[in-house]
């Protein structure tokens, strides 16, 4: 019998495997219906949350005091075109990104906003001034201030510590109006123009429009009250400086006029360009004197080296030879030669034609010679003129330059002066023609700012937007609603589905046994025999169809039915299907909870009639402790006496004669006594199926006893309440012990509750519909 109860616990095991395996491994898996259905199960919770956030904002926003936003927009022009061809004096700046930053920091300063403060008066304004504002109720100082401490604890010198209420000062009244002024005020750019717009919040929107066109006309007045006093104070500084720069060119004046009469130079340009002119002259003539000198001492020093008084020789130098005089007289000579050459060979030496050409020839070589002595003594003196003349060129050349210089250097001193004086008469003109620029325009409007576009009296409230705070409230509500949600689920650990049951015990879940509401305890023992509940009795049928189903194959006449703790329902779950089956078969219904019986009180018998303990302990017969409810025949828990014997001796079973109320071991002892499983095997005859109500199995030992002889074990878990780790254990005590499990049952479980929240049970029902009658 123990073989084939395992090998079918085995089977139903095996079946569920896949599932279990498969869930394993998708449990790191996002599973997205699965969280859809958890915030559908707490969608009244979230909706009931975002209709009270969205009420209490909107009694919130409700209350709070509206704020209107005063709007004034400033047009900057940092680089605007002059009026006129001068230019003012006045600040410039190349960067128009700092120069709006800078406006913007001034617009947002203390002094523009005690400017306005003091021309809206604003420290008598009933909106603005502390002292009529509504007082707080909240003020422990006050109160503290108001108690007698000396009175009540005398002697401690309390009243030294609280603060001495003193008179608010105007002086304090003024400037925390201005403060209060400075944080309600904001400077902003508009887009990427030389636009500032100012921008003043208050709950009076004539106050706000007025404050913002207060601030704008504020700092248009500071800019020209600056830029007057600018153009005033730099025309003071510009009549002291240009005396001081009056009396610096007359100086220079002087100093260059003086120069000049000690120099004597009247036009040193003149000069200095007329003696250029002659030194260049001279350089020149020095050049041409240099190359006459060179020809000439070249000339003269080839007569001198060719002479030597030779006449032959000399006529051939041809500054000699060039000479028409020396041609001439070179000719002359040839001739009479050349008559004395004929005659020689005509006449006798003393012929006198021949002595007569003879002295022709003479004289002619004579006149020659002296013509030749005279072109040589030419040369000579021709090369000491030349030597001469280059000499007196060269004196004359070195005179100019030495003189060119000294006028150079004082033509440099003399523009030296004359670039001071220019510089100083420049810049005096220059001062003398912005003096006249500055005064002429001291009363011009030179500010860089006017206001484009005024503030106007706002409509409509700034803040607080009541629509988009209710909204994001409710957002953030139902935000809220859906994480406490998904937090609740992840931190349940109790079992709601038979998905959920069967994933984490691995084990076949049998039926869904409905949550029955109003019916007392007697009630629920017999509800299927009363059919007032035809959902709950379709349950108990599904469970009874597995019995019998898995009787048919494999015997399971004993069948225990318990639970992890008390008050899961296992004793409803025991006497209804032990109801369920009586009209079909011969059942035995027991009640083993000795501890705590409940079938005599759900069907009204006696408190201290015989049963089950009883029997075991010999002190009843098994006939005399049957009592019977239409088919059903019911065993039960029968009156254990308290024994003072130790629980671990071993019992003592009483005979038959022994009196009723004799010493009876513990229900442990009597569970595990060799009767408990003779008096099981005696009944597997005489019934179709014994259903043992049993302890609970986690809290005592005794539904392992009672399992031990049992051929199936329903295990009963109350949804949404029992922890999955704690029947994870108590299950685990079974399966450890070699227990039979038959299956589960996931009882009481609330089907309106379930619907509303999105739960699907399977096998629940399948001709019944989960709406609430």
Request: hydrophobic letters at 40%; one cysteine or more.
């Amino acid at each position: 019998m123990d073989n084939s109860l395992g090998t079918y616990v085995e089977r139903p095991l095996q079946a569920h495997v896949q599932p279990h395996q498969q869930h394993s491994e998708d449990k790191d898996t996002l599973d997205l219906l699965k969280l859809w259905r958890v915030i559908w199960r707490a969608k009244w919770s979230i909706a009931w949350l975002i209709l009270v956030s969205g009420l209490l904002a909107t009694i919130v926003v409700s209350n709070i005091t509206p704020q209107y936003i005063g709007s004034t927009t400033l047009l900057f022009n940092d680089k605007s075109p002059p009026l006129m061809s001068f230019q003012q004096v006045k600040d410039s700046n190349s960067n128009t990104t700092d120069y709006l930053q800078t406006q913007q920091a001034l617009l947002q300063s203390r002094d523009l906003a005690e400017r306005a403060v003091k021309k809206l008066g604003l420290t008598t304004h009933p909106v603005t001034d502390p002292r009529q504002q509504p007082k707080s109720w909240f003020a422990p100082r006050e109160w503290l201030a108001a108690v007698d401490l000396d009175k009540w604890l005398p002697g401690l010198g309390l009243e030294r510590w609280l603060p001495e209420k003193q008179p608010v000062t105007e002086d304090e009244v003024f400037n925390q109006v201005t403060q209060n002024l400075m944080l309600h005020t904001s400077v902003k750019f508009v887009g990427k123009s030389q636009l500032l717009e100012i921008e003043v919040e208050l709950p009076d929107p004539v106050l706000a429009a007025a404050a913002a066109n207060a601030l704008a006309r504020g700092f248009t007045d500071s800019q020209l009250d600056t830029s007057e006093k600018s153009t005033q104070t730099t025309t003071a500084w510009m009549n002291t400086r240009l005396v001081k720069l009056r009396d610096n060119l007359r100086a220079a004046e002087k100093k260059l006029q003086g120069y000049r009469e000690e120099q004597g130079l009247v036009d040193v340009g003149g000069v200095a360009t007329i003696s250029a002119n002659e030194l260049e002259m001279t350089g020149n003539r020095m050049v041409d004197a240099r190359r006459n000198r060179a020809e000439a001492e070249s000339e003269y020093r080839q007569a001198k080296a060719l002479g030597n008084g030779d006449l032959s020789k000399l006529s051939s130098v041809p500054a000699v030879l060039s000479n028409p005089l020396v041609q001439k007289f070179q000719a002359d000579r040839a001739l009479a030669q050349a008559k004395v050459d004929e005659l020689s060979g005509r006449y006798g030496p003393k012929h006198p034609s021949l002595l007569s050409a003879q002295s022709e020839l003479r004289t002619a070589t004579t006149s020659l010679q002296l013509q030749v002595q005279q072109v040589v003594a030419g040369i000579e003196r021709q090369y000491q003129l030349a030597t001469a003349s280059e000499a007196s060129l060269r004196q004359s050349f070195n005179s100019n330059k030495a003189q060119i210089q000294d006028i150079a250097r004082k033509e440099f001193q003399l523009r030296e002066f004359q670039r001071e004086v220019d510089s100083s008469r420049a810049l005096y003109e220059t001062f003398v023609t912005r003096l006249k620029e500055t005064t002429a325009t001291a009363d011009m409007d030179s500010t860089k700012v006017r206001i484009v576009d005024p503030a106007i009296v706002p409509v409509d409230p700034s803040k607080p937007r009541k629509t988009l705070i209710v909204a994001i409230v409710a957002l953030i509500a139902a935000v809220i609603g859906v994480a406490l949600a998904l937090l609740f689920d992840s931190l349940s650990n109790t079992f709601k589905t038979d998905e959920s049951i069967e994933s984490a015990l691995n084990i076949p879940l049998l039926s869904v046994v409905p949550l029955v509401m109003k019916k007392n305890r007697r009630q629920l023992a017999r509800l299927f025999e009363d059919n007032d509940n035809p959902r709950f009795s379709e349950t108990i049928r599904n469970l009874r169809t597995w019995l019998m189903l898995q009787s048919n194959e494999m015997p399971s006449q004993v069948v225990l039915i318990t639970s992890t703790v008390a008050g899961e329902g296992k004793s409803t779950i025991a006497n209804n299907l032990a109801s369920s089956l009586a009209p079909l078969e011969r059942v035995l219904l027991i009640d083993a909870d000795m501890r705590q019986p409940t079938l005599s009180q759900n069907f009204d018998f006696p408190p201290d009639s015989p049963g089950l303990a009883n029997v075991i302990a010999g002190t009843a017969r098994f006939e005399d402790c049957i009592v019977s409810v239409g088919n059903l025949d019911m065993l039960l828990a029968g009156k254990v006496m308290p024994s003072t014997r130790d629980s671990h001796a071993a019992p003592r079973l009483p005979s038959p004669a022994e009196p009723p109320n004799a010493l009876q071991p513990p229900p442990q002892d009597l569970l595990s006594s060799p009767r408990m499983a003779r008096m099981l095997e005696a009944l597997r005859s005489r019934y179709r199926h014994i259903i043992i109500d049993s302890p609970p199995a986690e809290l005592i030992s005794d539904a392992l006893l009672l399992a031990k002889h049992s051929d199936a074990v329903i295990y009963v878990v109350k949804a949404d309440s029992t922890p999955i780790s704690q029947v994870q254990r108590g299950l685990a005590m079974l399966q450890q012990s070699h227990v039979p499990v038959f299956g589960t049952v996931l009882n009481q479980v609330d089907l309106r509750k379930a619907r509303k929240y999105g739960h699907h049970h399977s096998r629940a029902f399948y001709n019944y519909d989960f709406a609430p009658r």
